[in-house]
Nanobody
């Protein structure tokens, strides 16, 4: 088990950037696959990005590809989501999630979740 706390959300104008952070507690962060998901009002939780334990393999939803970058610093027990060229449709609560032994884009594959951080993009 690992506890996750997101930060870095806020209000930004379209075209702007935000960097989300997810701080993990525990001593085995490096063994976890880390994912970012988001959920907008009235919509299902949506996959955003995932990164493997080493950081060498990443994947992105088509909607964010080329604009968002996921990274991790295992020494700091932190995963990041750099969000550039933000659009109003990126507005959502963003969640980080952790799983051991999986690498997927489905929310149910992740057993550990943060509380979320709100990202609001104004037009």
């Amino acid at each position: 088990q690992v506890q996750l706390v997101e930060s870095g959300g806020g209000l930004v104008q379209a075209g702007g950037s935000l960097r989300l952070s997810c701080a993990a507690s525990g001593r085995t962060f490096s063994s976890y696959v880390m994912g970012w998901f988001r959920q907008a009002p009235g919509k299902a939780r949506e996959f955003v990005s995932v990164i493997n334990w080493s950081g060498g393999i990443t994947n992105y939803a088509d909607s964010v590809k080329g604009r968002f970058t996921i990274s991790r610093d295992n020494a700091k027990n932190t995963v990041y989501l750099q969000m550039n060229s933000l659009k109003p449709e990126d507005t959502a609560v963003y969640y980080c999630a952790a799983a051991e032994g999986v690498y997927g884009s489905n929310w149910y594959q992740y057993a550990n979740w943060g509380q979320g951080t709100q990202v609001t993009v104004s037009s």
